[in-house]
């Protein structure tokens, strides 16, 4: 969809938006819709890799603690509560600048960082879930636990967790748009948040370097967002009725 190559250089630098540059040009004459193209491409592909580690994670721990309760419970919550209340942004702010800057190894920190939201919603899910006479008579005709855990709990547990999930995504997306902005980005990829970091020192004579990457992240984190609100009406039908029943009546 990108009319040029996000690093191609050129003689126009600074050009307005336009007929022939629909957002105009940067300092070096780059195009700037090519560039935002290429840069939500690369912060939905953070999102999402991030989110899916995170659910993985979570969903693993958070299914383990609330299936077998007691000890292992006991022992994953409180390192999942280790994991809430350290600042996710400046650990990974901290990680990333140590141990490199490639746009897969801030995915897979952001994923580590997220999983633990995910893994309480699970774990509060098979708690409530383990109980239920399906899984009884499960264990009644003999299920073993990965039988048990795979086909009975999980299918019912799994929705919340999706919504989390969901969720996850505008949160990766924001936290890497943050590092981009401190200088904390692949060199060799385009993000939005490195667009911004580009554009400071434009502010004044070039107000389309900063004004429409900002308003991308904004739409996109806010899609992502109503998605995940979507995804929730759906996956909870009491919900859906409640939300929509008024404008019914």
Do not use: C
């Not at 077998?68 to 006991?74: A, C, R, T």
């Not at 997306?173 to 020192?201: C, H, K, M, N, Q």
């Amino acid at each position: 969809m990108a009319p040029h190559n996000p690093f191609d250089t050129s003689a126009t630098s600074f050009v307005p938006p336009g007929s022939k540059y629909v957002l105009g040009t940067d300092d070096l004459g780059r195009d700037l819709l090519s560039q935002l193209l290429y840069g939500v491409r690369t912060s939905t592909l953070v999102g999402g890799l991030a989110a899916f580690i995170g659910a993985i994670l979570g969903i693993v721990i958070g299914a383990l603690a609330g299936y077998y309760g007691s000890v292992v419970d006991d022992a994953l919550s409180r390192i999942t509560e280790v994991f809430l209340i350290i600042p996710g942004f400046f650990l990974a702010l901290l990680i990333i600048s140590f141990y490199g800057r490639s746009i897969w190894y801030v995915a897979i920190v952001l994923g580590i960082l997220s999983w633990p939201q995910v893994a309480r919603i699970t774990r509060a899910e098979f708690l409530r879930v383990r109980e239920s006479s399906f899984v009884e008579s499960a264990r009644a005709i003999g299920a073993s636990n990965r039988q048990i855990v795979f086909k009975e709990i999980l299918p019912n547990a799994i929705s919340p967790a999706l919504v989390a999930v969901m969720l996850q995504i505008p949160r990766a997306i924001i936290l890497e748009a943050g590092l981009s902005y401190l200088g904390l980005w692949d060199p060799s990829t385009v993000s939005l948040g490195y667009l911004l970091y580009s554009s400071r020192a434009f502010y004044y004579n070039a107000w389309w370097l900063a004004i429409f990457p900002a308003m991308a992240l904004f739409v996109v984190t806010l899609a992502f967002n109503l998605l995940g609100d979507r995804v929730n009406e759906e996956l909870n039908p009491k919900l859906r009725n409640l939300v929509f029943s008024p404008l019914r009546s």
